[in-house]
Nanobody, 120 residues
Framework: QVQLVESGGGLVQAGGSLRLSCVVSGNIFSINFGGWYRQAPGKQRELVATITSGISTNYADSVKGRFTISRDNAKNTVYLQMNSLKPEDTAVYYC??????????????WGQGTQVTVSS
């Protein structure tokens, strides 16, 4: 079994910062891809940022220059540093990983989500 546990969400004023963490545990051989998505009320889930095993990163235009995705392979953890937060960043943030299990079977897994609320 693979588990993703997210943390770091909360309530912050506009202009503030939060750091989200996603710890991956269980039967893992390698994590090939990590990403953060978000879903605001009444909206579809959207990509925020991704990072590959080669540490190549990609960001949604709306967060470029404000958010930074990173990973710690030793800790099987993916982070999202969010600075200069805006009210429109308010959403439930979900961690997503694509990994290979010890039996070499790949899989995609989602976290349970963590609420980020930015007040104006």
């Amino acid at each position: 079994q693979v588990q993703l546990v997210e943390s770091g969400g909360g309530l912050v004023q506009a202009g503030g910062s939060l750091r989200l963490s996603c710890v991956v545990s269980g039967n893992i051989f390698s994590i090939n891809f990590g990403g953060w998505y978000r879903q605001a009320p009444g909206k579809q889930r959207e990509l925020v940022a991704t990072i590959t095993s080669g540490i190549s990163t990609n960001y949604a235009d709306s967060v470029k220059g404000r958010f930074t995705i990173s990973r710690d392979n030793a800790k099987n953890t993916v982070y999202l540093q969010m600075n200069s937060l805006k009210p429109e960043d308010t959403a439930v943030y979900y961690c997503n990983v694509r990994l290979v299990r010890p039996d070499l079977i790949p899989g995609t897994y989602w976290g349970q989500g963590t609420q980020v609320t930015v007040s104006s």
